[in-house]
């Protein structure tokens, strides 16, 4: 009886010390001379596919400044926490990784719900976050950094090669939600502007995998152009069943907003081939400052992984950050965003780009076309940099940023 | 209105409804005979979609889909089979427990899914004389497009609801199954062993789902979750087709899928999906025991 209790007693303290040393492995030490820092994707869920690669450029640029010294002489420590496409979660490990883990800057989000979901997170705690993917726009924080295309930056210039390249007619089709529905308010009102014709509207729930009768509509109306805001799976359906109607791209392009290199490789490149986008990064991009993270990359991720618009903003985020906290001397958020802002141009993969007072990124938009290879051939770009306008002129006259 | 788009739009329809059907008929079965909510239903569509890649990855030809239709129906028959015999029998009378256990499976095969062949979807690439269509550009059908994909759609499920109809109307299994579903205590009185009834239901069910998902593979990606977008519409389908009635399940389907699909010429995907759901609630109040009214004493016991 003794024997079997004692028995017992040993298996549950060792238990307990396991347990204890895991949790323990989980947590980084922060100590004198280090800084904490949060890295907030999400790592499961329907978005994994897209974030987790972001979250690695992210990591992989933290390292990278760790090697080379850090910064103020401190060495960065990342806190990785998963938002698990779920935009209460994100808001939920926005406040751990500010209250508990006390980082001094949050790198992530993704679904401009992620975003809405975490910012009155960083307005309560004074903090700053800096977010990596194109949106709509109408959101002006002075906590987010936005370095992802503004509408000004990816879907406008798109319209403008489009209607450059003499599309008149255009069909807009997108998933629904506020992206999509945003980025199609702004796009009708300039088509009109244009003296151009929008000749159909469709959207289909996020994760829809039926286009019969979008498709129907689209060939009835038989635009010159298609404009696609469809996220996640639902590209892959339509797509494939817009092949299956006997529709080819030289007729009737596609342009896209939400398919990177990434996307167009698992969605099989051959379905794709031939069809555009617009970004403000193509991994095709010949610079050597290119060449150079996308060795990096590779090497710590596999050789033939794909390199996306999103992922470089992630990456430039950190460094971003790190000459905007070296600038202020100090890791305290306001002085950051102060300096951020102040920055100028800063070396990045797509070139240089430099923050504007609004806290968005100027930078030049691409058009690519993609080729078999699921890379993209840039077939034009803004012919410059754009500065960015988080509120469009022509659909939200009178709005714009307070200073 | 532009007449082509409605006659596509007709068409269209006919070819949601026979996905919608090929999803329910499973349903429609084991909740006839069993009073058993599968909600791991799904994920025999998903599973049946997943063996379609494997076949065409390792024999891809012209016709190996018809190879991927068989290894899917089996393999999803043979799950189908394990999750009859090691749980929904023992949960036979708590229904309630049976929902919870079945959607418990259908998590654990989703994860499986998603551990195996990842999260993004996989995608299996339909046979060229799938990838053509018939368009018609003169006369009255002018503009008129139908999909080769969609039309064998059609074909299939025409094959698979006549060849279910003779085994229902005219086997031996199906005078037991019909036997079993009018009075499973008298069924079993006389003799009829209905738990193997039960079991060889369930599977052909299970097995017409994953013919369902080799279908489904052919439009869309075929991903972990790619059941669910499906279950929901397939137990409208089932709810409003009366229980456990083929015909009316067939019915129910056809209706649906044509309010789905001609709705969408004046609203969006969205806002007909809620018209469905809408017009089922409104069906129901008008006629709570479905299209078809069972006409034995099946809900006597």
């Not at chain 1, 729930?205 to 009835?220: A, E, M, N, R, Y």
Request: hydrophobic fraction near 50%; include cysteine; charged fraction near 15%.
């Amino acid at each position: 009886m003794m024997r079997r209790f004692f028995i017992l007693l040993l298996a549950t303290t060792s238990a307990l010390v396991a347990c204890s040393e895991e949790a323990t492995q989980g947590t980084p030490e922060v100590g004198e001379d280090s800084v904490a820092v949060g890295v907030l994707q999400s790592l499961t869920g329907t978005m994994a596919i897209s974030e987790i690669t972001v979250k690695n450029a992210e990591m992989l640029a933290i390292e990278e400044i760790n090697a080379s010294g850090g910064v103020l002489a401190k060495e960065i420590v990342a806190f990785v926490e998963d938002g698990a496409s779920e935009p209460s979660i994100f808001a939920q490990k926005a406040s751990k990784l500010i209250g508990d883990s006390g980082v001094v800057t949050v790198f992530g989000g993704w679904t401009s719900a992620s975003r809405k979901a975490m910012l009155p997170v960083f307005e309560r705690t004074g903090n700053l976050l800096w977010y990596p993917v194109q949106f709509e726009g109408n959101e002006c924080s002075s906590n987010i950094m936005y370095s992802g295309a503004q509408p000004n930056q990816q879907i406008l210039p798109a319209l403008n090669w489009a209607a450059q390249e003499d599309y008149k007619t255009y069909f807009l089709i997108g998933s629904d939600y506020v992206f999509p529905r945003t980025a199609n308010l702004i796009l009708k009102k300039h088509i009109e502007d244009k003296g151009l014709e929008t000749v159909g509207e469709a959207y289909v729930p996020l994760g829809g995998t039926d286009f019969s009768g979008v498709l129907s509509k689209i060939q009835s109306a038989g635009p010159d152009i298609i404009f696609n805001t469809l996220n996640g799976d639902s590209n892959v359906a339509f797509f494939k069943q817009l092949k299956a109607t006997g529709a080819s791209f030289d007729d009737m392009p596609v342009m896209s907003f939400s398919i990177g290199e990434q996307e167009a490789r698992a969605m099989g490149a051959d379905l794709v081939a031939g069809s555009y986008a617009a970004w403000n990064y193509f991994q095709s991009l010949d610079t050597p400052q290119n060449a150079a993270f996308i060795a990096a990359y590779q090497k710590k991720f596999g050789e033939d992984a794909a390199i996306t618009d999103p992922m470089v903003h992630g990456y430039l985020n950190v460094y971003a950050w790190k000459a905007a906290a070296e600038a202020a001397g100090n890791f305290d958020p306001e002085a950051v965003r102060a300096a951020a802002v102040a920055l100028g141009s800063i070396d990045t993969p797509m070139g240089k780009v430099s923050f504007a007072s609004n806290q968005s990124l100027v930078q030049t938009a691409y058009i690519g076309k993609l080729n078999g290879e699921g890379q993209f051939d840039i077939i034009a770009d803004s012919g410059g940099d754009i500065t960015p306008q988080p509120y469009d002129a022509l659909t939200f006259p009178g709005r714009s940023c307070a200073p | 209105m532009d007449f082509a788009l409605f006659v596509n739009q007709l068409f269209n329809g006919l070819s949601v409804a026979s996905l919608y059907l090929l999803a329910a008929l499973g349903l429609s079965l084991s909740f006839g005979l069993m009073r058993v909510i599968n909600m791991a239903h799904g994920e025999m569509l998903m599973l049946g979609g997943y063996l379609a890649f494997l076949t065409l990855q390792i024999v891809p030809s012209p016709i190996s889909i018809f190879a991927a239709m068989v290894f899917a129906f089996l393999g999803a028959a043979f799950v189908g089979a394990l999750i009859q015999s090691t749980l929904v029998r023992r949960l036979t009378d708590r229904p309630l427990d049976t929902l919870l256990a079945t959607w418990g499976v259908s998590l654990i095969l989703q994860q499986l899914a998603r551990d195996v062949f990842g999260p993004i979807g996989v995608e299996v690439r339909a046979p060229d004389w799938l990838n053509q269509s018939i368009q018609i550009t003169s006369g009255f059908l002018s503009g008129v497009t139908i999909p080769s994909a969609r039309l064998f759609i059609l074909l299939v499920t025409a094959a698979v609801l006549a060849a279910l109809a003779l085994v229902i109307a005219k086997t031996r299994l199906g005078l037991l199954t019909r036997a079993t579903n009018q009075d499973r205590m008298m069924a079993a009185a006389s003799g009829i062993p209905v738990k193997r009834i039960d079991l060889i239901v369930f599977c052909l069910g299970s097995g017409i789902a994953g013919l369902a998902g080799v279908i489904l593979a052919l439009l869309g990606p075929v991903t972990p979750s790619v059941g669910q977008s499906y279950i929901v519409p397939a137990f409208l389908v089932v709810v409003m087709g009366g229980l456990g009635s083929i015909f009316g399940t067939t019915v129910s389907a056809l209706i649906l899928g044509l309010i789905s699909a001609l709705s969408q010429i004046f609203v969006d995907v969205s806002a007909a999906q809620m018209l469905i759901l809408v017009f089922v609630i409104l069906f129901l109040q008008v006629r709570p025991q479905g299209v078809v009214a069972p006409q034995s004493r099946t809900l006597d016991f």
